[in-house]
């Protein structure tokens, strides 16, 4: 039995209830049905029950008059009145059944309850049936082009085909991803605007700014992970080492002597080099530049010696022997570079470093609303039309459910809270 049956079914039964039972002439608390009168023969002389032998004698009273107390003065408690102010007693037939009168002076309220709470109920039941009834909106937080567009777009287009509406793309771009965040959190809590987050936004971006006008954690409903996107360490051509061993025993015996570029303070790149340096325990010097561009410009030149990137931004610059891999950051080898290890099996422990995304609502949104866009993510990110899209670029597809994108994120925070704690990083 589905969550709404069951609180209908309380509902009408509280409702039910509350209608069928009052207090009866004698003070005392019965059921509507029960013998207030109907059923009794005998008049002020009288009191034996019709189709019985008579009661003991002691046992025997006069019946008062109808909407009167026992002693036959005045209207009796719980007596129905009429709206010509005469008290008459309830029409209704049964069995006489004495009730709790605190009971059934709260069964009315819990009626009124009941049928203020049913149209709620059954409104957000038919819009649970009903969803999508108009087109949805993704909002990525990243201009046209970059990687978060080329995961969007193709998770999107398989999103409309599941859902029977057309999921539009609405590219937000601005303030590290802040803006477009913003624009869901925002937003009304119906399904129809959702956000493709990332790592950055809903994880790093919180620890990083202190006064980031969102929470990740209480402003926004998970609905499923995407994709994962493993990072590849690089380094120029020149460096005399081929893996991370060679470059970490290249690092201690030369401290502070190597360069980590990155695209900025706080970028996924910036932090991928002081996870390296926190948990090998290397002295790494970071150079911060405007852009991902003149940094990879500068590593091929060979004026910084290292840099962390997506594996789509360095693989042609790889290919064509300007920069060299050492290893990826992920927890296992990506299936785009089988012959590439990481970090992890080449020499530290415990590292690892992908970038992630996924979809969100507004906080609020209904839980079927979110399950029936989990169970559509989920089918997407499994389907070959959007592999065939991201794992030719690294991206791998991985979806989860909701419960266990929220675990993953809690995961992840607080093992970066102790890198950038570490690197002692913050943005204001």
Sequence with gaps: MSKFSKLLGIALTTA???????????????????ATGVGVTGGAGGGAVSGSSAAPEKEQRATPPIGTDRDGHGPAAGAIIDPTGAATRC???????????????????????????LPSLFSTFCAAQTYPARPVRLVITYPPGGTTDFVGRPVAAK????????????????????????????????????????????LINPLLMSKLPYDPFKDFAPVSR??????????????????????????????????????????PNHLGAEMLKYLAKVDIVHIAYKGGGPAMTDLIAGQVQLQFSSIPTVLTHVKQGRIKMLAIGSAKRSPALPEVPTIAEAGVPGYEYTTWYGVFAPRGTPAATVEKLNQAVVKAVASP?????????????SSSSPEELTRYMKEESARWSKVIKGANIRLE
Excluded: F, W
Aim: with cysteine; proline share 8%.
């Design 159 to 202: 999103l409309s085909e599941l859902l029977g509406q057309q999921v539009v793309v609405d590219n937000r771009g601005g303030a590290g991803g802040v803006i477009g965040t913003m624009i869901v959190a925002q937003a009304p809590p119906d399904g129809y605007t959702l956000l493709l987050g990332t790592s950055a936004g809903m």
């Design 16 to 34: 039910a209830l509350s209608g069928c039972i009052s207090h009866g002439p004698d003070g005392v608390a019965y059921s509507r049905g029960e």
């Design 226 to 267: 995407t994709n994962i996107n493993p990072q590849a360490l690089v380094a120029t051509a020149a460096l005399p080492v081929n893996n991370v061993k060679e470059l970490l025993a290249y690092a201690r015996a030369n401290p502070g002597k190597l360069n980590a570029a990155s695209s900025g303070v706080g970028t």
């Design 91 to 117: 029409p209704c037939a049964g069995v006489r059944q004495p009730l709790s009168c605190r009971a059934m002076k709260i069964l009315p309220a819990l009626g009124a309850l009941a049928l203020t709470v």
């Design 385 to 397: 039309e959007v592999a065939q899209r991201l794992m030719p670029n690294g991206a791998e597809p």
